[in-house]
């Protein structure tokens, strides 16, 4: 039997830690990034201000994605109306240049900011995993609260450092005051 799978062959999820409040959670945070587990993560009921930090995130890469997906709408739009104006079909028209830059901004702008909408969308989709029909943690009774009053932990059976018994040990030792191991 592997050490991530239970007496009646389920695979396990992970271990789950119950806190009572947002400084505990926060202080769990950094002894568990301390700790070097790298596939975990804190549920609270409401952003907890520098959890992040607690946790060791890097910034998101999304903004560089979402710059990348308007520069490509706002090129694109102006070759568009480039080929449409200077070569393919040509109409001189005010004595005006075939290409007048100008005249195409607003097409280009409202281009940009498509891209950039869609490639927020859809980036923030790829980078949270999303969208994920189901979730193990839905299944424990106490992960309900997470909406309410609690605070939760969880580190995933796939990370490296993962073992049932000093994991939910280790946890415990954090101020937890409920851990439980989540079945898949």
Same mark, same amino acid.
């Given at each position: #039997?592997?050490?991530?799978?239970?007496?009646? $062959?389920? @695979?396990?999820?992970? %271990?789950?830690?119950?806190?009572? +409040?947002?400084? !505990?959670?926060?202080?769990a945070c950094e002894k568990v990034r301390d700790?070097?587990?790298?596939?975990?993560?804190?549920?609270?009921?409401?952003?907890?201000?520098?959890?992040?930090?607690?946790?060791?995130?890097?910034?998101?890469?999304?903004?560089?994605?979402?710059?990348?997906?308007?520069?490509?709408?706002?090129?694109?739009?102006?070759? #568009?109306?480039?080929?449409?104006?200077?070569? $393919?079909? @040509?109409?001189?028209? %005010?004595?005006?240049?075939?290409? +007048?830059?100008? !005249?195409?901004?607003?097409?280009?702008?409202?281009?940009?900011?498509?891209?950039?909408?869609?490639?927020?969308?859809?980036?923030m989709l790829a980078f949270n995993g999303l969208p994920r029909w189901y979730?193990?943690?839905?299944?424990?009774?106490?992960?309900?609260?997470?909406?309410?009053?609690?605070?939760?932990?969880?580190?995933?059976?796939?990370?490296?450092?993962?073992?049932?018994?000093?994991?939910?040990?280790?946890?415990?030792?954090?101020?937890?005051?409920?851990?439980?191991?989540?079945?898949?």
């Amino acid at each position: #039997m592997s050490p991530n799978e239970t007496k009646n $062959d389920v @695979k396990l999820y992970g %271990a789950l830690a119950e806190f009572s +409040s947002a400084t !505990a959670v926060h202080h769990a945070c950094e002894k568990v990034r301390d700790a070097n587990y790298t596939k975990w993560d804190a549920h609270t009921p409401f952003a907890v201000h520098g959890i992040e930090k607690a946790m060791g995130l890097s910034r998101s890469k999304l903004p560089i994605v979402v710059f990348v997906g308007g520069i490509t709408g706002a090129s694109l739009a102006m070759l #568009m109306q480039w080929w449409m104006a200077a070569v $393919d079909y @040509k109409v001189i028209i %005010a004595a005006k240049p075939y290409f +007048s830059w100008q !005249a195409f901004i607003p097409v280009t702008f409202e281009s940009m900011v498509l891209f950039a909408a869609c490639t927020a969308v859809f980036g923030m989709l790829a980078f949270n995993g999303l969208p994920r029909w189901y979730h193990p943690l839905l299944k424990t009774r106490a992960f309900a609260k997470v909406t309410d009053d609690r605070y939760f932990i969880s580190i995933e059976s796939e990370d490296k450092k993962f073992d049932r018994q000093s994991t939910v040990e280790f946890l415990r030792s954090l101020g937890a005051s409920r851990v439980e191991l989540v079945e898949e």
